[in-house]
């Protein structure tokens, strides 16, 4: 079975530029969350699609993050404009059930 | 809200030596628990997983217990080896629902010395 894909693997921008990730989850899975794991932290939900349809999105900064899954199968992250403190590992996982998890490689994305 | 405690932060160990990670959260009403190893610059690779009604899991030299009421977990190693250096999370689900999100402990750093 094919895990969870992500791209890039890394990425370095500078500040105010954009940026997007780009995740495809394991086949058949109705859940897809982006989390964002800050260096010596544990990953925190960014946002959680249930098919196409935002489920959480309460931790997600409006103001700079979107995300979409337009067709309820992969999905992007969108960074626009980057801060210094955006610089972190964008982890993205897919569900069956909603209840175990299975995590992609994750993107590292270092704003200088 | 929920929150995921991590206890040590770091832990150095020679290798051989059998170990206990713990964990805590606030509110024990919790649908499962789940242990991850991430290695550096990897995602997360699913341990053991154990619902709310269980009171342990094993998968190898792995234990994972689970006192819902005091709000602990730990992860017992046995016979640990060079190869589980990597940094150990706890996450707790509160819900079933597919609306119930995972709430991440901060880790544990493993290093196992040769």
């Known amino acids: 079975e094919a895990g969870v894909a992500q791209s890039p693997r890394y990425k370095i921008i500078e500040k105010r530029q954009s940026v997007a990730f780009w995740c495809n989850p394991i086949?058949?899975?109705?859940?897809l969350y982006w989390y964002q794991q800050i260096l010596g932290q544990g990953p925190k939900l960014l946002i959680q699609?249930?098919?196409?349809?935002?489920?959480?999105d309460s931790q997600l900064p409006k103001d700079r993050f979107s995300a979409e899954r337009l067709k309820g199968v992969d999905s992007t992250l969108k960074i626009q404009p980057a801060k210094l403190e955006d610089s972190a590992v964008y982890l993205c996982?897919?569900?069956?059930?909603?209840?175990?998890?299975?995590f992609g490689p994750g993107t590292r994305l270092t704003v200088t | 809200k929920q929150e995921v405690t991590q206890i040590p932060a770091a832990l150095s160990v020679p290798e051989g030596e059998n170990l206990v990670l713990n964990c805590s959260f606030t509110?024990?009403?919790?649908?499962?628990l789940q242990w991850f190893r991430q290695d550096p610059g990897k995602g997360l690779t699913s341990l053991l997983l154990?619902?709310?009604?269980?009171r342990e899991q094993t998968s190898g030299r792995l234990n994972a217990s689970l006192d819902k009421s005091s709000g602990r977990s730990t992860l017992y190693i046995a016979a640990s080896q060079p190869g589980d250096s990597a940094t150990y999370l706890c996450?707790?689900?509160?819900?079933?629902?597919?609306?119930?999100?995972?709430?991440f402990g901060e880790g544990t750093q493993l290093t196992v010395n040769p």
């Open positions: 996982a897919s569900s069956f059930s909603g209840t175990r998890g299975y």
């Open positions: 086949s058949g899975h109705a859940t």
């Open positions: 699609f249930q098919n196409n349809g935002v489920v959480d």
């Open positions: 509110d024990s009403a919790i649908y499962n």
């Open positions: 154990i619902q709310s009604s269980q």
């Open positions: 996450a707790v689900r509160p819900g079933e629902t597919s609306g119930s999100r995972l709430t």
